[in-house]
């Protein structure tokens, strides 16, 4: 996947590089995302947020208009992302919910997301998207019945 990164400090440059290990094809700016810095996202497939990076309903329609398909935010929380209007847009949004909330361990979740997405699959427990989504029904679905098997 072509993908920006916005927001990025200089201490994440490597931590994200060494994650990716070459996978996706990665710009890193340590511009924030706004319309004077949307220009960086044309010819991406997705972007990497942070939670300082607000997306409301205007941006999200420009993001949409050149072609982004899929955001990850560099967080557990999205309320810096209209989640509604993404859906409606359906623009693939994800955040880094698991356990290991360091530097290196949400570089490592980012890159998750993308490797799932660019493989055509859910990105499970980090899927935000409020779209109707037969990749979400069927991760879940899996998730149940892997559980389900557990218990017995």
Partial sequence: MKVVAYNIKEYEK?????ANAKV?????????LSFNTLHYAIGKDAIIISDQDTLDSQLLNELNRIGIKHIVTRSISTAHIDIVHAGFLELHVANTPFEDQSLKGIAEQVVLNLNQWSNSGCTGSACQ?????AKKEKFLKDERNR???ADL
Avoid: G, Q
């Avoid at 490597?14 to 060494?18: C, D, F, Q, R, S």
């Avoid at 996706?24 to 924030?32: A, E, Q, V």
């Fill in 24 to 32: 996706h094809d990665l710009t890193l700016i340590s511009n924030r």
């Fill in 129 to 133: 998207c409020t779209m109707k989504c």
């Fill in 147 to 149: 559980f389900k098997r």
């Fill in 14 to 18: 490597e931590l994200l590089a060494k």
